[in-house]
């Protein structure tokens, strides 16, 4: 069982930045992706951002030039690097990892969340 621990969350005001980290309890290189997802008081769970193990990545529209998705992996740690941010980027943060099931990709390992608020 794979552990992913948060942090870097916090309160900011419209325009700053903040630095997410989710550190893994095992080398990152073993999954097929790792991501980011966020959810919103009464909205649905929402991808973020995706990083393949061969470092492409997939951006929502939403956050596309202003989020950086990256990862270390002898920290075994993925971050992610916010800018610009806007109220609406308010929500709970979690990281995940995806394997490969059948030919989908398959988040199956979370983390607790870390909560983002922008004003």
């Known amino acids: 069982q794979v552990q992913l621990v948060e942090s870097g969350g916090g309160s900011v005001q419209a325009g700053g930045s903040l630095r997410l980290s989710c550190t893994f309890s095992?080398?990152?290189?073993?999954?097929?992706?790792l991501g980011w997802f966020r959810q919103a008081p009464g909205k649905e769970r929402e991808a973020v951002v995706r990083?393949?193990?061969?470092?492409?990545?997939k951006y929502a529209d939403s956050v596309k030039d202003r989020f950086s998705i990256s990862k270390d992996n002898d920290k075994n740690t993925l971050y992610l690097l916010m800018s610009s941010l806007k109220p609406e980027d308010s929500a709970m943060y979690y990281c995940a990892a995806c394997r490969i099931v059948g030919n989908s990709r398959a988040f199956t390992e979370w983390g607790q969340g870390t909560q983002v608020t922008v004003s």
């Open positions: 095992r080398d990152i290189y073993t999954f097929y992706c």
């Open positions: 990083i393949d193990s061969d470092g492409s990545t």
